[in-house]
């Protein structure tokens, strides 16, 4: 366990990769979103004001999720650490920045609902949909998509070290030849209204859980993967 926390210790030695880069992603986003609504207020509309800026520190954890494989991989096994511990220690790490963006994301919908959106009816962090669960299932909803996009990012560096770099394009290429597919078929056979009353029926929550689910499964696929990755 001492050297699983190791592992953890050496992600955060540049905490600006799992800490800060994340947060001022998200500052930055909260910001000149705020402004664009206090625009929108001013000019005489109503809202409520609602905008994707609120993503934008969720995805800066897939490049997050590659650097902490791919520049310090390298560095653990000259250190005589084992996959395993690394493994663990790099996912405790993520979980830790996924926990913090989570506070984040509940604290500030708690504050949004109490502030009537700041005053101006403008909405980052409390999303209707999202917050619909209350402030604990926003928490687990952020956190599980903050897992989720690393371990997107974890498991594409762990198939480009082992197999490189031609068949990590091809798997991304199949999955947007599947999407591509998915799309034509609900449109083809005219269920879209269906796909999106069950997405609704599922819920924050519901959806994260299914999320939660394909995290644990990347993560199986990237330790197996990276068992034989050479560094």
Do not use: H
């Not at 954890?61 to 996959?83: D, E, N, Y």
């Not at 998915?182 to 999106?196: H, K, M, S």
């Amino acid at each position: 366990m001492n050297r699983t926390v190791n592992v953890v210790r050496m992600q955060l030695i540049n905490k600006q990769t799992f800490v800060w880069v994340p947060l001022l992603v998200l500052g930055a986003s909260f910001a000149m979103s705020i402004a664009i609504y206090a625009i929108l207020n001013s000019s005489g509309l109503e809202g409520p004001f609602y905008g994707g800026g609120s993503q934008a520190p969720l995805w800066v954890l897939l490049f997050v999720g590659i650097s902490s494989l791919t520049l310090t991989f390298p560095f653990s096994q000259a250190m005589s650490v084992t996959r395993r511990e690394f493994f663990l220690g790099t996912m405790l790490a993520a979980a830790m920045c996924a926990v913090l963006l989570a506070a984040v994301f509940a604290i500030g919908g708690l504050i949004e609902d109490a502030t009537n959106g700041w005053g101006i009816n403008g909405y980052f962090f409390a999303l209707d949909w999202v917050v619909e669960d209350g402030a604990l299932g926003a928490a687990f909803f952020y956190f599980v998509m903050a897992m989720l996009i690393f371990m997107l990012g974890f498991w594409s560096a762990t198939v480009y070290k082992r197999f490189g770099a031609l068949l990590l394009t091809l798997i991304w290429v199949g999955v947007g030849v599947l999407l591509l597919i998915a799309i034509w078929a609900i449109t083809r056979f005219e269920v879209w209204g269906d796909v999106i009353t069950a997405l609704v029926q599922l819920g924050a929550v519901g959806l994260a859980a299914w999320g939660l689910v394909l995290t644990v499964v990347l993560g199986a696929i990237s330790y197996a993967t990276l068992r034989r990755t050479v560094p």
